[in-house]
Every structure is written in C-alpha cells, then in structure tokens.
T-cell receptor
Framework: QKEVEQDPGPLSVPEGAIVSLNCTYS??????FMWYRQYSRKGPELLMY????GNKEDGRFTAQVDKSSKYISLFIRDSQPSDSATYLC???FGFGNEKLTFGTGTRLTIIP | DAMVIQNPRYQVTQFGKPVTLSCSQT?????MYWYQQKSSQAPKLLFH???????NEADTPDNFQSRRPNTSFCFLDIRSPGLGDAAMYLC?????????????????FGDGTRLSIL
C-alpha cells in the first residue's frame, strides 16, 4: 500500500463547476499537508498548505484536512480553463526541512 | 521576483556520458532538494542539503551525486546516465527556522530540467 493515494484521473469538468480533489494517507504522523499545481512541462507550484486538521481558504481554493479519517481535499470554486493542470497532494512530518511524500497527482481539465 | 531557476530546461546527453544540471535560488533558503519525476509519477526525492550538510536518500543510486558550493547554487551530477535516468529533474528549496529569525517556509520548486538519453 502506498503511503499516499491519489486518484490519477483524468478528471474533466465544465467551466464554472466546483472541483473536488482528494488524497488519502496511511501514516497518522503526517502533520503538514500541501497542494501543488503542475502545468505541463513546468515544476510544481505551491497552492496551499495547512497544519493538522481544519480548513483553509484562499480565493477560489479551499483545502480541508481530516486527520481522523486520514483524508485531505482541495476544492476549486468557479473553475476556469486556466485551472487545467495536474494537482499533487503532498505531506510531511514537519516543516522547513522535511521530506515530502507526494501523491501521484490528478490530471484536471476544465472544459470551456 | 525571488525564485528557483534551473538550467538548462532541456538537456540531451548520450548513454554513459556525464551530465550536470544546475539550480540557483534567490529565496535565501537554507535547504535545497533534488527530485526525479518520471512521466505520470510523483516526484521522488534523491537527496537534499541542509545548509552544507548533504543528506542522501537510501535508495538513490550511486550514479547520482550533488554539489552545493554556496547557499544559492546546487548541482546534480549524473556520472553515467542510463536510459532509465531519462526524466524531469526538479530542484526545490525551503527554509528551516533553525537558521534564525525567519519562519519556516514550505518547498518551492523550479521548472525542472527535462533530461533525455540517446
């Protein structure tokens, strides 16, 4: 079993829809949770990060962490074609000098 | 803008011919990482530097080496590239608060170098 499981998709939704991306993990020691967006032929771009359980909102993006279920989510509201990318979840035990454990990424396409 | 810069963006080398990839950063981060990412896979950590201290992942092949001559620069050397080493190589940086008054910062990535092996 992988430490972090993420549905690879592909996921296609119409423009303006709400997108839900998810990851599950097995190691309860993870404390920091991140979402990266990766466009084709580019490096991962940090979207959001959260510590422990709870919600965090930034514009159209909301990250949720449920440590009791070992489940994290990223919601994208009012999705735009420019949101089309691969979304990687990542997590670590600490912050600043810690190995990231990534999911394999979900490829998302927003259809105009 | 402060950023992580990787050069070149695309590198083609011959089987067995040594190659060096470079990374520079203007974020003043004290930790630098090298990842390997193959198509449709998650990035895989090869090694990282905490300041000048080198930390190798247990499963990183000996074929991969790294140098960090100063805070801003880090190099990835592949001594004898094989066909299986064709991948995107990503450099990332972060800040660890043990360095002083700055708060910890998560990992920020460059745009990668795509390595092809002929």
């Amino acid at each position: 079993q992988k430490e972090v499981e993420q549905d690879p998709g592909p996921l296609s939704v119409p423009e303006g829809a709400i997108v839900s991306l998810n990851c599950t993990y097995s190691n309860s020691a993870f404390q920091y949770f991140m979402w990266y967006r990766q466009y084709s032929r580019k490096g991962p771009e940090l979207l959001m990060y959260t510590y422990s359980s709870g919600n965090k909102e930034d514009g159209r993006f909301t990250a949720q962490v449920d440590k009791s279920s070992k489940y994290i989510s990223l919601f994208i509201r009012d999705s735009q074609p420019s949101d089309s990318a691969t979304y990687l979840c990542a997590m670590s035990f600490g912050f600043g000098n810690e190995k990231l454990t990534f999911g394999t990424g979900t490829r998302l396409t927003i259809i105009p | 803008d402060a950023m992580v810069i990787q050069n070149p963006r695309y590198q083609v080398t011959q089987f067995g011919k040594p190659v060096t990839l470079s990374c520079s950063q203007t974020l003043n981060h004290n930790v630098m990482y090298w990842y390997q990412q193959k198509s449709s896979q998650a990035p895989k950590l090869l090694f990282h530097y905490y300041d000048k201290d080198f930390n190798n992942e247990a499963d990183t092949p000996d074929n991969f080496q790294s140098r960090r001559p100063n805070t801003s620069f880090c190099f990835l050397d592949i001594r004898s590239p094989g066909l299986g080493d064709a991948a995107m190589y990503l450099c990332a940086t972060s800040r660890d608060r043990r360095t002083g008054e700055y708060s910890n910062q998560p990992q920020h990535f460059g745009d990668g170098t795509r390595l092809s092996i002929l």
